[in-house]
């Protein structure tokens, strides 16, 4: 499986982003993850493809939304109410049997 995450920025807290995620292949379940500075990879949103159900962590539900698109190529992480400790390196995640495959992150910024 390979994934192309984009769409990372900067904006001011409050605002919105959308992240975008290629991903080319099968896979049981896409997601996405992210790691701030001197902490670890937190996972934040995952949806298995067989039935669309998703899962959100605490700290972005409600603000945060996966979807994909009819092709099921790209997957999307609409992000709103932006806080400033929403800053982080953003990484888009599928799922195959027991492996795990990752893009490169997309950096997200969001001021004060």
């Known amino acids: 499986v390979q994934l192309q995450a984009s769409g990372g920025g900067l904006v001011r807290a409050g605002g919105s982003l959308r992240l975008s995620c290629t991903a080319a292949g099968s896979y049981r379940s896409i997601g996405w993850f992210r790691q701030a500075p001197g902490k670890e990879r937190e996972g934040l949103v995952c949806m298995r493809v067989s039935d669309g159900d998703t899962y959100y962590s605490d700290s972005v539900k409600g603000r945060f939304t996966i979807s994909r698109d009819n092709s099921g190529n790209t997957v999307y992480l609409q992000m709103n109410s932006l806080k400033p400790e929403d800053t982080a390196v953003y990484y888009c995640?599928?799922?195959?049997?027991?492996?795990?495959?990752w893009g490169r992150g997309t950096q997200v910024t969001v001021s004060s």
């Open positions: 995640n599928a799922k195959r049997s027991v492996v795990n495959y």
